[in-house]
C-alpha cells in the first residue's frame, strides 16, 4: 500500500471511497430490469409468431394479439417501475 500511496503522492492524486448505501440494491434493480425486459421481448416475439402463423384460425391470431398486448403492457409496467425506483434511489443517495 505504501508504493500506491507514494505514487499517488507524487502524481497528486487522491483516493476516494464512493460509498453508497444503496449500491447492492440498485445493481438488483438494473439486474431484474433488464432479464425483466428481455422476457418482455420475447414474449412480444412469441405473440407475433402465434399472430402470423395463424393462417386463418382467429383462436390463435386473437391469443397472439392478446400476447403482444400484455407483452407491451408489461414492458410498460417495468419501465415506470425501473425509472421510479431508479429516482428515488438517486434521491436517497444525495
Not at 1 to 6: G, L, P, Q, R, S
Not at 27 to 56: E, F, K, P, Q, S
Given at each position: 500500500?505504501?508504493?500506491?500511496?507514494?505514487?499517488l503522492?507524487?502524481?497528486?492524486?487522491?483516493?476516494?471511497?464512493?460509498?453508497?448505501?444503496?449500491?447492492?440494491?440498485?445493481?438488483?434493480?438494473?439486474?431484474?430490469?433488464?432479464?425483466?425486459?428481455?422476457?418482455?421481448?420475447?414474449?412480444?416475439?412469441?405473440?407475433?409468431?402465434?399472430?402470423?402463423?395463424?393462417?386463418?384460425?382467429g383462436?390463435?391470431a386473437?391469443k397472439?394479439?392478446?400476447?403482444?398486448?400484455?407483452?407491451?403492457?408489461?414492458?410498460?409496467?417495468?419501465?415506470?417501475s425501473?425509472?421510479?425506483?431508479?429516482?428515488?434511489?438517486?434521491?436517497?443517495?444525495?
Open positions: 500500500m505504501n508504493i500506491i500511496t507514494h505514487i503522492a507524487n502524481a497528486n492524486l487522491e483516493i476516494t471511497a464512493n460509498k453508497h448505501e444503496l449500491d447492492i440494491p440498485a445493481t438488483l434493480i438494473n439486474w431484474v430490469g433488464g432479464i425483466a425486459g428481455a422476457l418482455a421481448v420475447i414474449y412480444i416475439m412469441v405473440g407475433g409468431i402465434l399472430y402470423l402463423t395463424a393462417g386463418g384460425n383462436d390463435q386473437k397472439g394479439g392478446q400476447t403482444v398486448v400484455n407483452a407491451f403492457l408489461g414492458l410498460i409496467v417495468i419501465a415506470i425501473y425509472g421510479l425506483t431508479t429516482w428515488i434511489i438517486d434521491i436517497i443517495n444525495k
